[in-house]
């Protein structure tokens, strides 16, 4: 694995977790408000709050793959 495979794998990564962690800070600040205001939580909004773990997920299922595309594109 050559050095710049490994540092497009590490930033790949650190975007996923970025994502991650936006996504759970939503949905944490979302049930505070909830609980604090003495409203119920709706579905939807759960729903539209988790979009960013899902593609944190997902680019971290498929970080080996995009950090080949970013390691490609870097030597051309």
Same mark, same amino acid.
């Given at each position: 694995?050559?050095?710049?495979?490994? !540092?497009? !794998?590490?930033?790949?990564?650190? %975007?996923?977790? +970025?994502?991650?962690?936006? +996504?759970?800070?939503?949905?944490?600040?979302?049930?505070? $408000?909830?609980?604090?205001?003495?409203?119920?939580?709706?579905? +939807?909004?759960? %729903?539209?709050?988790?979009?960013?773990?899902? !593609?944190?997920?997902?680019?971290?299922? $498929?970080?080996?793959?995009?950090?080949?595309?970013?390691?490609?594109?870097?030597?051309?």
């Amino acid at each position: 694995m050559s050095f710049y495979n490994r !540092i497009a !794998i590490t930033i790949v990564r650190l %975007v996923a977790a +970025g994502f991650l962690v936006v +996504g759970v800070l939503d949905l944490a600040l979302y049930w505070f $408000k909830s609980h604090h205001d003495q409203t119920p939580m709706s579905v +939807g909004r759960c %729903v539209y709050l988790s979009i960013p773990l899902v !593609i944190g997920v997902a680019i971290l299922v $498929k970080s080996s793959a995009l950090a080949r595309m970013v390691d490609q594109y870097l030597d051309e």
